[in-house]
């Protein structure tokens, strides 16, 4: 987990433990249809909050066999796989205690049914190059389904024969909806046979179908046959909190992760695929995304401009919830600098784990690529120079002020450049250089002041400046720390510190990868 991008099931590294145990109950005490919002920006752990809720509820893995062996390929290294089986060996419990709170009173709980709930993960972004999101996504939950099927995870004739009808209407939709979004016809082209299986429920709901309705009874027929209750048991009264039937005791819980990796064309249709067909009264849908991409996909695709568009995504959603912000996260980088080879013998560990944490956002993906760049670069290093902070500093650099950096390798004694620049209360001369003038723009954002003595106020000038901050917020933090840090240097004699910064800079850091 330390050493690459994988996510993760150790929730408790990432301090959001507490926020995947209640993301799983909210996903069994909700009453579908149900659309819940896991929103966080790239990076921020939603894949990980999402797969620990996953394994909580008792999902499987992804997994696969080879016409040449009846051996199951799994998804998951065996480091995580052993999590994952921990923590879905405790589903069943987790999952009738939390819905035995639903219960009005004690009786009720000799009477309740075993739930039944199946995740199942889908990632549009694997399916990038279809013009059609939503038939791979009823495709991913037929292979999905039929895999579970296969390695019995559904016991009894019964049960097994209610799956293969599903699975044979899934088969249709895909048809359908290939047929509806190709060419362009009606559902009045739908196969006979599917029409008459869903004409029942049909006459019990509505009088007249519009074919958006009409298709989603097809998709709720598919879901209600796969999860296979029976008809005694929905018919029953209501025995549970707030009229919640049995029917919530069998609940298929589809998790969509990396929605805002897709383009924009694609974000938009599978989203509203989801509201127009997918949302039945036995779905629960849990979606990754940075809400950010989403609202510029509504904006761009919709015409829906700034709050319209948040207003739209705010519709298709029951629940959001923002995946939490570690406020310490020194253990975390603790973890990552020891399995990166740092010792303590040659560096302050507690004290460079706190020092990255100011410097880099508290973001899991950032900080690992952050200390995995560190470790490259001082390997080269090694022996070269022995200001290790200074090294760091310049690291920082290098990693989030890429062209900064290279004026700097280029030539060190730019160095003097930059400490003009970073001195906050010194408006710059009328002839500055433009190395001095890019330098003070790279940081400009991060000034304690908007406008320094000697500036004049305007209001282009303080909307050019929001702009900026706008579109360096990461940043911002980051920057306001290395200032501070920074300081320690700008009071060095001129020539030691060139001589510092060209051991680094030459020796070091325009070796390494990504320079």
Not at 251 to 274: G, H, M, N, Y
Not at 306 to 324: C, D, I, N, R, S
Not at 432 to 461: K, W
């Amino acid at each position: 987990m330390a050493g690459n991008d994988h996510w993760t099931l150790h929730l408790e590294d990432l301090g959001m433990q507490g926020a995947g145990e209640e993301l799983a109950r909210l996903i069994l005490t909700c009453q579908p249809p149900y659309a819940i919002c896991v929103q966080g920006k790239w990076g921020s752990g939603k894949t990980s909050l999402m797969r620990y809720a996953m394994a909580r509820l008792g999902g499987e893995p992804l997994g696969t066999t080879l016409k040449t062996s009846s051996k199951t390929i799994r998804e998951l290294p065996g480091w995580l796989e052993g999590r994952w089986l921990v923590l879905s060996a405790k589903a069943d419990s987790f999952n009738q205690q939390t819905l035995a709170g639903q219960c009005l009173n004690a009786d009720d709980l000799g009477t309740m049914p075993d739930p039944r709930i199946v995740p199942i993960w889908f990632n549009p972004w694997q399916h990038k190059e279809t013009d059609m999101p939503l038939v791979a996504l009823l495709q991913e939950l037929r292979t999905q389904f039929s895999y579970l099927e296969q390695f019995g995870r559904f016991a009894g004739k019964l049960v097994r024969t209610g799956v293969h009808a599903g699975l044979s209407i899934l088969g249709d939709l895909v048809d359908t909806f290939s047929l509806l979004q190709g060419l362009g016809t009606s559902v009045g082209q739908i196969p006979n046979r599917l029409l008459n299986a869903v004409e029942g429920q049909r006459r019990r709901d509505f009088d007249e179908v519009h074919d958006a309705q009409r298709l989603n009874l097809m998709f709720e027929l598919a879901v209600k046959s796969l999860l296979a209750p029976s008809v005694e048991e929905e018919e029953q009264a209501p025995f549970s909190k707030d009229n919640v039937t049995q029917v919530a005791l069998r609940r298929l819980v589809i998790f969509i992760d990396d929605l805002d990796r897709c383009s924009e064309q694609q974000t938009v249709k599978l989203l509203e695929a989801i509201k127009l067909y997918l949302q039945t009264r036995y779905c629960v849908f849990v979606v990754g995304m940075d809400g950010a991409a989403a609202r510029r996909a509504v904006a761009n695709v919709l015409s829906h401009k700034g709050e319209e568009a948040h207003e739209y995504l705010e519709k298709l959603f029951q629940a959001t919830l923002h995946v939490p912000v570690p406020r310490n996260h020194s253990a975390f980088v603790t973890t990552l600098l020891e399995h990166a080879g740092f010792h303590s013998k040659e560096i302050d560990i507690p004290a460079t784990a706190e020092t990255i944490g100011r410097l880099i956002e508290p973001n899991p993906r950032k900080l690992k690529n952050f200390v995995s760049t560190l470790a490259v670069n001082w390997n080269v290093a090694r022996g070269t120079t022995e200001d290790f902070v200074l090294f760091l500093l310049i690291t920082y650099l290098q990693t989030n002020h890429p062209a900064a950096f290279r004026l700097l390798s280029y030539d060190p004694e730019n160095i003097d450049l930059l400490n003009k620049a970073l001195n906050e209360d010194r408006p710059l001369p009328p002839d500055a250089s433009p190395v001095l003038l890019f330098f003070r723009q790279t940081f400009r954002h991060a000034f304690e002041f908007a406008f320094l003595p000697g500036e004049e106020p305007s209001r282009e000038g303080g909307d050019t400046i929001v702009s900026e901050l706008i579109q360096r917020l990461d940043r911002h933090k980051g920057d306001r720390a290395f200032l501070e840090l920074w300081a320690t240097y700008r009071n060095m004699p001129g020539a030691e510190l060139v001589q510092r910064i060209t051991q680094i800079v030459q020796r070091a850091c325009s070796e390494a990868p990504g320079s």
